[in-house]
């Protein structure tokens, strides 16, 4: 079983920045897929930005440019560093964690981009 923990949201005017981060638990982090979706109300879940064992990533369209992944596998933590928000950013962001045993969710952290 892997624990996976968000956090770092939270509320935020138009143009700002905020660093979310996914904690996952174990011994096999550095083999880990780690993905961050969101899902505002109303909306279907969405792939916002992945990162595989070997820093390949991949982005959005939506957030190309503005958001960028990366992962600490000495601290078992993804990050997710998001700038020049906007409104439509506004969603609970979750991180899965997919290795070869599993696939493990997060609770999420809620992001709100609002004046």
């Known amino acids: 079983q892997v624990e996976v923990v968000e956090s770092g949201g939270g509320l935020v005017q138009p143009g700002g920045s905020l660093r979310l981060s996914c904690t996952a638990s174990g011994s096999l982090f550095n083999t880990y897929y780690m993905t961050w979706y969101r899902q505002a109300p109303g909306k279907r879940r969405e792939l916002v930005a992945s990162?595989?064992?070997?820093?390949?990533?991949n982005y959005a369209d939506s957030v190309k440019g503005r958001f960028t992944i990366m992962r600490d596998n000495t601290k078992n933590t993804v990050f997710l560093q998001m700038t020049s928000l906007r409104p439509e950013d506004t969603a609970t962001y979750y991180c899965?964690?997919?290795?070869?045993?599993?696939?493990?969710w997060g609770h999420g952290t809620q992001v709100t981009v609002s004046s």
């Open positions: 899965l964690a997919e290795y070869r045993l599993g696939n493990y």
């Open positions: 990162i595989t064992h070997s820093n390949g990533t």
